[in-house]
């Protein structure tokens, strides 16, 4: 019994054992990202060839490359990082060409780069346009500019497996429940979960769509708020605590390997904190 109790509280990180996604080749944008690092090593772990898309942070990103885990049925080098700002569509064409000449595949695309700052909601003019449009190009028009981009290469890639290719975005329960770091953000993420569903719908069968949204998760993107603010999530929060990366991870893993027959689906790993 107490060793059940000392369990509860703790995130648990299963193994993998690389044939999960052998042979499969994954793109994550925001890929050095406190989400996207997880996101990329459990990928890798479960035997992707992942290629780690960075904005600014081209050394992270590349350092990350060279320490994901490379898999019995891996190939040499099966890693690397590449450009992938995703308010520059013409950059993000050029990244599915590499991604083409580099692996000659897509199977699944991890939309995962965002941004926001903190603002008060009732502060309306700190949303400056400036911080507004950011939001919104990067956390709205950078994820479809992303999916257009590879749509020609993850169709293709389902006709090679025969299994329909998947492109996941990282959305957020603000969508829902509207609480976040400001008005914007959490319409960005509502904006990002129903174009989850159009795509979804648009894009079957050749391209499976999903939003994997997390509650709040243990990361610099969190840990720019205020500490008062998280603990109080926390509180709030089910299961009283924040998540870990890995679990974020674990449910594009999920989406990628096990859950085949899902899409257009919001896929929560929030703790609860909805229900509070
Ligand atoms: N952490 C949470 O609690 C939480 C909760 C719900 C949802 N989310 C979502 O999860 C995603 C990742 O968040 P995180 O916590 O990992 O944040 P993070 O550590 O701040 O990472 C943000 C990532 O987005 C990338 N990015 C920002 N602007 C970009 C642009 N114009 N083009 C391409 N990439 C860009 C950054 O790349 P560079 O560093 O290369 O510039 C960075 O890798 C976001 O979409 C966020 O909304 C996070």
């Not at 890639?157 to 998947?166: E, F, I, N």
């Amino acid at each position: 019994m107490n060793g059940v109790a000392s369990n509860i509280g703790a995130a648990v990180i299963r193994d993998l054992d690389g044939t999960e996604l052998q042979s499969k080749v994954a793109v994550v944008t925001g890929g050095s990202g406190g989400l996207g690092a997880a996101i990329c090593q459990r990928l890798a772990q479960a035997g992707a060839s992942v290629v780690v898309g960075y904005n600014s942070s081209k050394q992270p990103a590349e350092e990350l490359a060279e320490q994901l885990p490379v898999v019995a049925s891996h190939g040499a080098d099966p890693h690397c990082a590449l450009a992938a700002p995703v308010t520059d569509s013409a950059a993000m064409k050029v990244l599915a060409e590499q991604v083409s000449e580099r692996y000659g595949r897509c199977d699944i695309l991890v939309n995962c780069a965002g941004t926001t700052r903190y603002c008060a909601h009732d502060d309306l003019d700190g949303l400056d346009d400036e911080l507004l449009d950011r939001i919104l190009a990067t956390n709205v028009r950078g994820p479809f500019a992303a999916t257009r981009a590879f749509k020609t290469l993850l169709q293709n890639s389902t006709g090679q497996s025969g299994m329909a290719s998947l492109v996941v975005n990282i959305s957020s329960i603000a969508a829902i429940t509207a609480m976040g770091s400001n008005v914007i953000y959490c319409a960005s993420k509502a904006a990002v979960d129903n174009m989850t569903k159009s795509l979804a719908r648009a894009l079957a069968p050749q391209i499976r769509v999903v939003s994997v949204s997390p509650g709040l998760a243990d990361t610099d993107f969190v840990k720019q708020m205020d500490q008062s603010w998280r603990d109080e999530q926390a509180e709030r929060t089910p299961l009283k605590r924040l998540a870990a990366p890995e679990e974020v991870a674990d449910a594009v893993i999920a989406s990628a390997a096990y859950l085949t027959f899902t899409t257009g689906n919001i896929i929560a790993v929030d703790g609860g904190r909805p229900l509070s």
